[in-house]
């Protein structure tokens, strides 16, 4: 009623309106202002983008492939990109259940997925690159694994290097007896036992 009273020059006032006040339902922060000042919006427009930070979701592709061993609400993992020499960023990763999306990428072969997230973890946030863990299947008990950092090319195999433990300058080299790896880690199936410290 205000707007479309007559002001000081008989038009509406919304005529002559030099800004508007848009009040968030909810708390966020805006991401996106869609138009410059002064446009001209029909109703029903893009105005701006508000996100809370707090109510994040993972959204990325899985392989079709990998379809039989997905299934929607497994539990999942999300955890925040590798460092830059591929290791174990540190961060804490967030955990929530798997949703397999309606659409599928026949020309890449690959599947929309998302994670409702249980507990966001503090490093997220909107637009921020991260990885899925989905744990598909176990193999019984837990196995020593390596940073893919600490491995290292030689010849036609792969070796690591322990810290001396009666020397903490001087390095052991071990020819590297791997298993299966995630992107991430790789196993480890002799060579080292638990408590040696791999450069």
Not at 40 to 69: K, M, N, S
Not at 86 to 108: E, F, H, I, N
């Amino acid at each position: 009623e205000e707007l479309l009273a007559e002001g000081s020059g008989g038009q509406a006032r919304w005529r002559s309106i030099d800004r508007i006040e848009v009040r968030a339902q909810q708390a966020g922060v805006v991401t996106t202002i869609a138009d410059s000042n002064g446009a001209w919006l029909q109703a029903g427009d893009h105005v701006l983008e508000l996100v809370d930070p707090h109510r994040l979701r993972f959204v990325g592709t899985a392989l079709q492939g990998d379809l039989g061993r997905l299934a929607a609400g497994q539990q999942v993992r999300v955890v925040a990109p590798t460092n830059g020499t591929g290791s174990d960023s540190g961060l804490p990763s967030g955990a929530g259940r798997l949703v397999l999306g309606a659409l599928a990428d026949p020309t890449q072969r690959t599947i929309g997925v998302a994670v409702q997230l249980d507990e966001v973890p503090p490093w997220a946030r909107h637009g921020i690159a991260a990885f899925a863990e989905v744990e598909t299947a176990a193999s019984g008990p837990g196995v020593l694994a390596v940073p893919l950092a600490a491995i290292v090319e030689h010849g036609l195999g792969k070796v690591l290097f322990l810290r001396n433990p009666r020397d903490a300058d001087e390095v052991i080299r071990v020819d590297a007896d791997l298993g299966v790896d995630d992107g991430r880690w790789a196993e480890v199936k002799s060579g080292i036992t638990d408590g040696d410290e791999v450069v």
